[in-house]
C-alpha cells in the first residue's frame, strides 16, 4: 500500500513520459528561432528564398504547440479563469479539477482523436505534400493532431489519478507557485 505523499509508480511513469516529452520539445523552439533568422539573414541580405525553410519554422511551431500541450496541462500552465478555484481546500480544487478533467477534458481530446481519423488517414493514403514545393510531409504533419490527443489522454490519466488521491488525502495538492493568491 502506498504511504501518504508519495506518488504510486504509474502516476510517476506517466508524468515521466510527460516531462520528457515537454523538456524536449521545448528546445525545439531554440531550434525554431535559429531557422527563423537564417530565413530572415537568406532573404534580406543574400536575396535567396526558401520554402522548405519557410514550412519548417511552420512544423516546428506547429510541433511546440501541439506536442507540448499535455506538458503544459501537467505543469498547470494554462489559463485559468475562477477567481472560486484558488480559494478552495486543497481537496475543494482537487474535485473541480477532476471534473473538468473526465467531464470537459477527455471527452473533448477523444471527440477530436475520433473525429481526425479520417482527416490524418486519407492524407497518409496519397501521402499528401506540401502544395508549394516545401516540406513533403504534410502527413506527417497532419498526424500531430492523433499524437496530440495521445499525450492529452495520458496526462489526463495521470491527472485523474493525482486528483483521487488528493480528494483521499494520499498526496497533498500545494497551490502553485506561479499563482497569486488574494
Do not use: C
Request: hydrophobic fraction near 55%; glycine fraction near 6%.
Amino acid at each position: 500500500m502506498n504511504s501518504p505523499n508519495r506518488e504510486p509508480a504509474l502516476l510517476a511513469g506517466l508524468d515521466a513520459f510527460t516531462d520528457l516529452v515537454g523538456r524536449s520539445i521545448a528546445w525545439l523552439v531554440v531550434v525554431m528561432m535559429l531557422v527563423q533568422f537564417i530565413i530572415v539573414v537568406m532573404r534580406y541580405v543574400i536575396g535567396i528564398h526558401s520554402i522548405v525553410l519557410q514550412e519548417s519554422v511552420m512544423y516546428m511551431h506547429a510541433m511546440v504547440f501541439m506536442l507540448g500541450a499535455a506538458w503544459t496541462l501537467r505543469e498547470e500552465g494554462h489559463v485559468r479563469v475562477d477567481i472560486f478555484y484558488r480559494r478552495l481546500s486543497a481537496r475543494g480544487r482537487a474535485w473541480i479539477d477532476l471534473a473538468g478533467t473526465l467531464f470537459l477534458l477527455i471527452p473533448v481530446v477523444l471527440f477530436i482523436a475520433i473525429s481526425s481519423l479520417g482527416y490524418v488517414s486519407s492524407s497518409w493514403s496519397i501521402l499528401e505534400r506540401s502544395p508549394d514545393g516545401g516540406i513533403p510531409g504534410v502527413f506527417l504533419l497532419k498526424s500531430l493532431i492523433l499524437v496530440m490527443m495521445a499525450l492529452m489522454l495520458i496526462q489526463g490519466v495521470a491527472q485523474v489519478m493525482r486528483q483521487v488521491m488528493i480528494i483521499r488525502h494520499r498526496m497533498p495538492n500545494q497551490t502553485p507557485d506561479h499563482e497569486e493568491l488574494l
